[in-house]
């Protein structure tokens, strides 16, 4: 399986390159935020207790993020790769999600670090809050979401780039052309294997 992992702070771009690259590659999407999403949408016991978190701009515990992924991937293995569009957001998720593909004989193929300036990432996440309603896209809440990413997921650029996987693309172009670079990158590393 060739398994592609796509991170980068709120507003970056993750949804719309991930949703680019399935499209053309043919993997499977697994989102944390679209699944945590989806469990406070149906006011689920746990989507209950992720609202509590994703309201004020902090990240959903790793044990709750970890049985969701788990439920996630192991109905996957049937599929030409994931594609893991946010996640994971901590060093103990990289490692656990290391250990749980070592389990089903695959690994991380490859890691792409969407980059965007801090001022586009505000404007891009205040013009989504307009269109999207998500309760984590209000002024006050992005603060804490970008203080919180670069504290605990920014630590996972260097995990990759030590692990020879990292590929950084800035996001501040166009889609379209944003999306070729990334295609450029994920046809090589295709070639690699």
């Given at each position: 399986m060739f398994n592609i992992i796509v991170l980068g702070a709120p507003g970056c771009g993750k949804g719309t390159?991930?949703?680019?690259?399935?499209?053309k590659y043919g993997l499977t999407h697994i989102s944390t935020g679209e699944i945590l999403r989806e469990?406070?949408?149906?006011?689920?016991a746990i989507g209950s207790v992720v609202k509590t978190f994703i309201d004020k701009g902090f990240l959903v515990p790793d044990d709750i993020i970890m049985q969701e992924i788990l439920i996630n991937?192991?109905?996957?293995?049937?599929?030409?790769?994931?594609?893991?569009?946010?996640?994971?957001?901590?060093?103990?998720?990289?490692?656990?999600l290391d250990d749980l593909l070592m389990q089903k004989k695959s690994k991380i193929s490859l890691v792409l670090q969407l980059e965007v300036d801090k001022n586009e990432l505000y404007n891009?996440?205040?013009?989504?809050?307009?269109?999207?309603?998500?309760?984590?896209d209000?002024?006050?809440?992005?603060?804490?979401?970008?203080?919180?990413?670069?504290?605990?997921?920014?630590?996972l650029?260097?995990?990759?780039?030590?692990?020879?996987?990292?590929?950084?693309?800035?996001?501040?172009?166009?889609?379209?052309?944003?999306?070729?670079?990334?295609?450029?990158?994920?046809?090589?590393?295709l070639n690699l294997i």
């Open positions: 390159q991930s949703a680019n690259i399935i499209h469990e406070v949408e149906l006011h689920t991937t192991s109905i996957q293995d049937q599929t030409k790769g994931l594609l893991f569009d946010g996640f994971p957001r901590t060093l103990f998720q990289a490692d656990y891009r996440i205040l013009n989504r809050s307009k269109d999207s309603q998500r309760s984590d209000k002024l006050e809440t992005i603060h804490k979401r970008l203080e919180v990413y670069y504290e605990q997921t920014f630590p650029i260097d995990y990759y780039k030590k692990q020879g996987k990292l590929h950084i693309v800035s996001s501040m172009a166009p889609v379209k052309d944003v999306f070729k670079k990334i295609a450029d990158i994920i046809d090589y590393n």
